[in-house]
């Protein structure tokens, strides 16, 4: 029956193109992002190519359709942001095919990393195209923010019922792991994912009328919470912290200025509820990083020779790769090849740093188009933000969710390799295309105002004439 269903759905996805084309890309973003074919394996077809490339050509037809009948403003690949992550791209492909060190031998081939990358690319760049017809974007970003919030639902689901159902072998040393098979990563990056949709909930709930869709958002935070503290990460703990401050900072907007058209009631309650809330889970729940803590720094004081923290021995190799390959790095994924050759007794598998994965592996300007990304966003939230977007509640609800997303990804990027994790790519490409449709909406309104001041100064005219 759920093989049926998938059926379905693909079918369901291919032919909306013609009268959806948001719909294949939706359903493209679903199955990157979530990877159910690891979560429930025996329900997907064994086609010979695989869901997800039938979903990205679906996306890609849609796309093509949408240009054909004039429903595609190419005005919105005009963005720095999409040229810093072409740059981006094309630096990457040039440091693979220059660098002094062969091919990876073990773990994740550099081919592997470019072709995810490529994809990630592609599909970026024809979410843009299809997202940037304005008739529909209130009807495409209210489904593909309900998407992002399901993939955040479901993993909470599945975290907690593998530790109330004792799942223990799904555990090692205390710490969930991430299903097994996905790309999604190790508990850390799963982590990261969960406060990634987050605000999605905790912002959702002054958005949603339905009463019983309040209650469900705002008893699924502590939920979170505790899937959080189960799988054992403590950067996604500081990344979860900020990340419910800033969201919750950003819904007193709304109480200072009056221009939403929703009615925001007890604000001010809402965040105490959620902060104490906070505090008590963490000092409740929050056992096991507290532990994993404690024992690294035992085990600093016992051994002299091993640091505080062993990321910080990663880092540091990292700095000197950079400078030794400031240009096109040592070559994607040769991190640990080239501090193996360079610095022996110092080699380290990964960087467990996005910013410094990129700039040791494919150059410093890489690391540098990087960090612009949360520039241009920043600046996109700034501009939504003076020209009063919270007249547009769909807009204002993707804007102030994808900003917080984006602040819980670089937190979690401060200590995890995350050069191709998909749902940091899909906020980029919404968060621009809802930037790009809120000004096309201001343009329409000034255009409106316009003529009706030009109506009145006619119907004054008139008016005098007459008298």
């Known amino acids: 029956m759920l093989k049926i269903t998938v059926y379905l759905l693909l079918l369901y996805a291919i032919l909306s193109l013609f009268l959806n084309p948001w719909v294949p890309l939706l359903f493209y973003y679903l199955n990157g992002i979530m990877q159910p074919q690891f979560l429930w394996p025996w329900t997907f077809p064994e086609f010979s190519i695989s869901v997800s490339k ?7 037809l849609a796309l093509i359709k949408s240009m054909i009948s004039g429903q595609v403003d190419f005005a919105i690949y005009k963005s720095k942001q999409n040229l810093a992550l072409v740059a981006m791209w094309v630096l990457m492909h040039v440091s693979n095919a220059m660098s002094p060190f062969p091919n990876y031998f073990s773990g994740v081939k550099s081919e592997v990393v470019l072709s995810a990358m490529d994809t990630i690319v592609i599909l970026y760049f024809v979410g843009l195209g299809i997202l940037s017809n304005q008739a529909m974007y ?20 599945w975290s907690n019922d593998m530790y109330f159902t004792g799942r223990w072998d799904m555990f090692t040393n205390g710490r969930l792991n991430s299903p097994i098979g996905t790309s999604i990563g190790d508990q850390n990056a799963l982590s990261a994912l969960l406060i ?8 959702g709930y002054f958005y949603v009328e339905n009463k019983v869709l309040k209650l469900f958002c705002l008893g699924l935070i502590p939920l979170l919470w505790h899937s959080t503290f189960l799988f054992g990460s403590r950067g996604a703990m500081i990344a979860l912290a900020v990340t419910t401050f800033a969201a919750l900072r950003m819904l007193g907007a709304h109480k200072a200025n009056g221009f939403s058209t929703l009615k925001f009631k ?17 000092l409740t729940q929050g056992g096991i990083l507290l532990s994993r803590t404690s024992e690294t720094a035992d085990r600093a004081r016992q051994q002299t020779e091993e640091p505080l923290n062993p990321r910080l021995v990663s880092w540091m190799v990292g700095k000197k790769l950079i400078l030794e390959f400031p240009l096109l790095g040592a070559g994607p ?13 110092e080699s380290t598998h990964v960087a467990h740093n996005t910013f410094i994965n990129f700039s040791a592996n494919t150059g410093l300007p890489v690391g540098l188009l990087f960090l612009s990304m949360f520039w241009f966003n920043y600046k996109n939230f700034q501009y939504c933000k003076k020209n009063k977007i919270e007249k547009y509640p769909i807009l204002d609800f993707v804007d102030k969710s994808c900003a ?31 930037r790009f449709v809120f000004e096309k909406e201001l343009k329409l309104a000034a255009s409106a105002g316009n003529k009706e001041n030009a109506q009145k100064i006619d119907n004054a005219k008139t008016g005098h004439l007459v008298r």
């Open 54 to 60: 039938i979903l990205a050509i679906a996306s890609i």
């Open 138 to 157: 209130e009807k495409a970003f209210k489904n593909f923010s309900i998407m992002f919030a399901f993939i955040t639902v479901y993993y909470v689901y």
């Open 196 to 203: 990634m949709g987050m605000p999605f909930l905790l912002i």
């Open 266 to 282: 007890h604000v001010g309650l809402f965040k105490k509820f959620i902060l104490g809330g906070f505090v008590l889970a963490a």
């Open 333 to 345: 994924e040769r991190f640990q090849m080239a501090s193996t050759q360079l610095y022996p007794g």
């Open 404 to 434: 917080s997303a984006l602040i819980a990804y670089f937190i979690a990027a401060l200590f995890l390799d995350m050069i191709i994790f998909e749902a940091f790519y899909f906020i980029l490409m919404l968060n621009l295309a809802k």
